[in-house]
């Protein structure tokens, strides 16, 4: 593996960013599985030479959560969780504007760094073997899953986000691994023939699986998205409620 390949992957690549929060202000994150699109090796060794030492400061306009069908997803499940009703997530997007430098509370990241069209393993081109240094993509993934998770997992726990949102319920055990403890199993509920897992973590923080939002069998009914919201919201007031408890030593 390339020494400049390792020092881009176990830091903040792959992340959209925002305001990754503090345990004294936490953040909700909304965490995918890697960016849209695809990269080509050109563009994966210029994202390579990039300083991504500290989160990312999110983007520039709140527009760009409107300009992509899984960002406007995103925003009508925040908006619910915000207190709102989903149909109104264009007004919540231009006010919360989740994941824009100068935003407060929202934070957007990737499992992965690199990006790809789809999942099939024939998208890894010789190229990205001499970027990277990994003869497979298998060997990229076991990479990620033996160094880049354990670092997300030390993310989590510095930052102790109130909510970590997860899409995509077949990576269900790579999100256990960067965000949740090593040998808990999460909850299981059925919602609207949709499946919701969720958990809260050793710091604190709620993990909330759910299904990607853009394909026709993941969450992509209005009005389950609302129901999801819903559910999601109750469980981090319980969580709230729990800790307000601890705190007080009741």
Known sequence: MSREFENWGLRYSGCDGGDIGSPTSPAIWVCGIEWGGG?????????????????????????????????????????????????????????????????????????????????SHIRWH?????????????????????????????????????????????????????FYDEGSELTHEVIDDRDLFWGVNSQGSLVAVIPFMVNRNGLVKNASIQRFGERISQLLTSQSTRTQQSCAGV
Not at 50 to 69: F, M, Q, S, T
Not at 137 to 153: E, G, I, N, Q, T
Request: hydrophobic fraction near 40%; proline fraction near 5%.
């Open 39 to 119: 990269h080509t090796p050109e563009s994966l060794a210029s994202h390579m030479e990039e300083d991504v030492n500290h989160p990312p400061r999110g983007y520039a306009d709140w527009k760009e959560n409107l300009a992509y069908i899984f960002n406007w997803q995103i925003m009508k499940i925040l908006c619910v969780l915000d207190g709102g009703i989903m149909s109104e997530y264009k007004q919540f997007a231009e006010r919360a504007q989740p994941f824009v430098d100068g935003g407060r509370g929202y934070f957007k990241i990737n499992l992965y760094p690199i990006g790809f069209k789809d999942t």
């Open 126 to 178: 010789d190229n990205f073997s001499t970027i990277t240094g990994f003869q497979s993509k298998a060997d990229y993934l076991a990479w990620c899953s033996a160094f880049r998770f354990p670092r997300m997992r030390k993310w989590a726990e510095q930052a102790a986000p109130k909510l970590i949102l997860c899409l995509g319920k077949t990576y269900i055990k790579e999100f256990q691994s960067a």
